[in-house]
């Protein structure tokens, strides 16, 4: 069920143009920008996009802009593993890692301890309106967020396409603090 649904949804935001993407993208940056959460943060995880996912260089460079430490995970493979690696030049200190996703160069990004990270922004396939993420089936992210600092916020960021009224989840798939698309922004019920 979930593969199936995944398989959809991918297919629908592939669907999209460039300019789609882009618009949407610079709205959902604006958004995040206007977060006291985000305003608040000093270190920030999030990923580098592919496959049209919401579009994150130009949020990057704003919150570097802003003296925030930026990082983005360096995927170890084997260990299901993510290594918040920290972005110090996303022209020339990025390059393809696993499954051909753009990552921080090792050797000009340093390390992140994951307790310091204040706030992360997580890709995911899908979401629902109780802020729970149906990710790409790896489980990269919900291992990763488990060891967050307690206080540290999570924030999905995704077209209004990809919200559901409900995805297919288990226990073990995290729900975040926010999902902010082009035309909303989700908090969990409570």
Do not use: W
């Not at 360096?74 to 390059?95: F, M, V």
């Not at 802020?131 to 790896?138: A, V």
């Not at 995290?174 to 035309?183: F, G, N, P, R």
Request: negative net charge; proline residues 5%.
């Amino acid at each position: 069920m979930k593969k199936e649904f995944r398989k959809k949804v991918i297919s629908l935001r592939k669907e999209k143009s460039f300019d789609f993407i882009k618009h949407n993208s610079d709205i959902i940056t604006d958004k995040l920008l206007e977060m006291n959460c985000v305003k608040n943060a000093h270190t920030i995880m999030l990923y580098l996009d592919f496959n049209n996912e919401v579009s994150t260089d130009n949020l990057i460079d704003k919150l570097i802009s802003q003296d925030k430490i930026v990082s983005s995970p360096i995927t170890l493979k084997e260990e299901r593993k993510l290594i918040p690696s920290q972005i110090t030049d996303l022209k020339n200190g990025i390059q393809y890692g696993a499954y051909n996703i753009r990552e921080p160069k090792p050797e000009c990004s340093p390390e992140i301890p994951i307790k310091k990270l204040d706030l992360v922004i997580v890709p995911a396939v899908a979401y629902d309106e109780d802020c729970y993420r149906l990710g790409y089936g790896g489980g990269f992210y919900d291992r990763f967020l488990e060891n967050l600092r307690e206080d540290a916020i999570t924030i999905g960021i995704a077209f209004d396409l990809q919200i559901f009224p409900a995805v297919p989840k288990e226990s073990h798939d995290a729900q975040l603090d926010y999902i902010v698309t082009e035309s909303r922004i989700l908090t969990p019920k409570k």
